[in-house]
């Protein structure tokens, strides 16, 4: 069996549910710098939004880990965590991070998130098409 994908970009990320709350009460601010309307709406429906902020944060954590990247080389807006229909978390990008999946020929990233009430967990697959390379 072909395998379609020359190669694949990898990260993974785990974020303390408490420090992100105490962050967010420290600094309510922070919200708006990170996280894009959408994600917002979504986690603010839940009667504690910290683990859904926590686990976002990491989502996005380690797509940047996966592009080689530092924490603030690529905007955090840059990269959203979505919902598909059904309720799958997606990664939809924009920006610096979309163009720099483009560069490695990143057609699809798969993302799983978990969380408890102290932990939170994401690890991301970018999936790149054969004959593709960073330059």
């Given at each position: ?74 905007s955090f807006k840059d990269v959203r965590i979505e919902k598909d229909p059904r309720g799958k978390p997606e990664v939809v990008l924009s920006g610096r991070a979309l163009a720099l999946s ?34």
């Amino acid at each position: 069996m072909k395998n379609e994908y020359a190669g694949l970009l990898h990260g993974i990320d785990l974020v303390e549910v408490e420090r992100f709350r105490d962050l967010i009460s420290r600094r309510p601010t922070i919200i708006n710098r990170l996280f894009c309307e959408s994600e917002i709406s979504y986690c603010n429906k839940s009667p504690d939004p910290s683990e859904r902020y926590a686990v976002r944060f990491a989502a996005k954590e380690a797509i940047i880990k996966a592009l080689g990247r530092g924490l603030w080389d690529i905007s955090f807006k840059d990269v959203r965590i979505e919902k598909d229909p059904r309720g799958k978390p997606e990664v939809v990008l924009s920006g610096r991070a979309l163009a720099l999946s483009q560069c490695y020929g990143v057609e699809r990233w798969i993302v799983s998130l978990s969380h408890t009430g102290s932990a939170a967990m994401a690890s991301v697959i970018g999936l790149a098409s054969q004959g593709t390379s960073a330059n």
